[in-house]
């Protein structure tokens, strides 16, 4: 079962509620969970912490959090198992623990067991994080975003294991995410979620072929895919907040079909067809859902200033491992370049060497006809103005202890003498441009959703008006229509501006809403580069055909 929604919608407090657990501050009211028999609310301490485990487990977002980074790997997927007396006299708990290896398509050897989770990728973490949920063989598994920031070929990966320790050990699994075309790979039915209430349920086949919800079929006209090009139609507005649910539809003032009737009643979950539920007074024809804008990405015309940034043989090291070897590429006015490969491949380092934040590198890098030195001290001040960094996550970047509006406004005052009414107008403007209003420019960014801080993020890098943005792996994280929005801002500013960018994502289908140009990665290598719509749809290097193979598609789901 994929269980999607945006931020905020409750797919993961349904998620942890399955486990009879709820986050500080909540209540598990009322309602039923059984599993097999058993009824998971109605367990005492001790029979709960026995259950998780053996009935249900759980696989976090983000396994090196989720697991211990004081013990090493080995001891961890054994503790599994010692904890819930899972050993037996005819195999031993080394012996489990290789065969669990061996599904999750790890190597049961002495340096990776004896390794801790910071010594190993994202992937082999998250691997091992499933290994750990499947060990005492729970007759469900929650799996809580579980792919999310990781390149589509790991991902793939990742999805096959999934798949075939459900099928191997007859195990149900809920899996949560915000990536529709994922969910379409991976499951068999779909409940969508909207502000604490589901609103439509059905096969995966019948949800991506054709939505009834409203809310659904925005959703899927905000995803990208590799299908199509062209504009991502975001969703205006934003769900109600927890407590403050509406008296009728949660989705009444983002809804253009919305009534009278759908203020004031709240709709019922109804059944359209065979096991299709919807909660809408007005469902929509199946085929309008999936109609959707194909117009190319618009760019401004470079021939006035020719390339940008021109890269000629650029190589980098960390120590004395090289990393990048002789890249070559060039970003043209008002273009975007599109960056892709698997983690490890090269494609971060490569930013930070151009923004000056790496430092270990040789060979000419020339910005706007000058020079750029490596370390970032030696720039001139105009230079490192005009190259804007946006990094991939916002709660990182992001000062805590300032306000959003002083967060936006710090680049101004390192950057430019101004008044401070005048750079507060500044803020104001940008807050404005990127869809989220002077209002908020008082707030902190702990009160902010994720997809606010990273346009805060794009406002205060844009606010010095730079001409080449750097975007690293910025929407991995965001709801798809959080992230249409933000994809479609960066398209209009560099439309307007003749904004020059380059953007780097594991996931291929965005590059084709927003760049122009690509360019893949492989081990530090340039391996191919051409236009977008050409590499996508007739790659030529071994690698890409593989990367363009791994991507998820609806298609699969509706042929499915």
């Not at 790997?73 to 054994?78: D, E, S, T, V």
């Not at 946006?390 to 805590?400: D, G, K, M, T």
């Not at 940008?430 to 805060?456: F, K, N, T």
Request: hydrophobic share 40%; aromatic share 4%.
């Amino acid at each position: 079962m994929g269980l999607v929604g945006e931020s905020g919608s409750g797919k993961s407090t349904v998620a942890l509620s399955l486990l009879g657990y709820a986050r500080r501050g909540l209540t598990i009211a009322q309602g039923q969970v059984d599993i097999a028999g058993t009824s998971v609310l109605d367990l005492s301490a001790a029979d709960l912490r026995k259950a998780r485990g053996t009935l249900i487990s759980y696989v976090p977002q983000d396994p090196t959090s989720g697991l211990n980074p004081s013990l090493t790997l080995g001891y961890q997927l054994a503790e599994a198992m010692r904890v819930h007396d899972m050993g037996s006299h005819s195999e031993s708990i080394d012996d489990r623990v290789a065969a669990l290896l061996d599904e999750v398509r790890l190597p049961a050897t002495a340096a990776l067991l004896k390794s801790y989770p910071h010594q190993v990728s994202g992937g082999q973490a998250q691997r091992v994080a499933i290994a750990m949920a499947f060990a005492c063989r729970p007759r469900v598994v929650v799996l809580d975003e579980p792919t999310t920031g990781l390149d589509v070929t790991t991902q793939r990966h990742i999805l096959q294991t999934i798949r075939q320790l459900t099928s191997a050990h007859d195990v149900s699994a809920v899996y949560v995410s915000h990536d529709l075309p994922v969910v379409a790979e991976v499951a068999d039915d779909v409940a969508v979620m909207y502000a604490g209430r589901l609103v439509e349920r059905a096969q995966s086949s019948v949800i991506f072929g054709g939505a009834r919800h409203p809310y659904t079929a925005r959703l899927l006209q905000a995803a990208p895919t590799p299908e199509r090009s062209g504009v991502l139609i975001g969703i205006d507005g934003r769900p109600p907040r927890p407590g403050r649910w509406p008296a009728g539809c949660g989705f009444v003032e983002r809804c253009a079909a919305a009534t009278a009737e759908c203020r004031s009643v709240n709709p019922t979950l109804e059944l359209l067809g065979d096991e299709h539920q919807v909660r809408c007074f007005h469902p929509l024809d199946s085929r309008s859902s999936m109609a959707t804008a194909t117009s190319a990405p618009r760019s401004v015309a470079s021939e006035s200033r020719g390339a940008v940034l021109d890269v000629q043989g650029l190589s980098a090291w960390y120590g004395a491992k090289q990393t990048l070897h002789d890249v070559q590429f060039s970003i043209e006015a008002g273009k975007c370049v599109g960056i892709v490969g698997e983690s490890g491949s090269g494609k971060t380092t490569l930013a930070r060497c151009l923004a000056g934040l790496h430092s270990s590198w040789d060979g000419p890098v020339s910005y706007d006809g000058d020079l750029l030195e490596p370390r970032v001290q030696r720039r001139r001040p105009e230079q490192r103005k005009r190259i804007q960094y946006i990094f991939q996550n916002p709660h990182a970047s992001l000062n805590p202890r300032l306000t959003v509006g002083e967060n936006v406004e710090e680049p101004l005052r390192f950057f430019e003498r101004l008044p401070r009414l005048e750079r507060r107008r500044k803020v104001g403007e940008m807050l404005e441009l990127v869809a989220l209003g002077a209002d908020l420019a008082d707030r902190m960014p702990e009160q902010l959703s994720g997809g606010e801080r990273q346009r805060v993020a794009v406002a205060r890098a844009l606010i010095v008006d730079p001409d080449l943005l750097i975007c690293d792996e910025i929407t991995s994280a965001l709801d798809v229509s959080v992230q249409a929005l933000v994809i479609e801002q960066l398209r209009e500013l560099q439309y307007q501006r003749g904004l020059s960018m380059l953007f780097i994502t594991h996931n291929v289908a965005v590059v084709r809403s927003i760049a122009q140009d690509i360019m893949v990665l492989e081990q530090g290598r340039v391996v191919e580069t051409g236009e977008v719509e050409q590499v996508i749809t007739a790659p030529q290097h071994p690698y890409t055909q593989q990367l363009m193979a791994d991507l998820p598609r609806f298609a699969d789901a509706i042929a499915g």
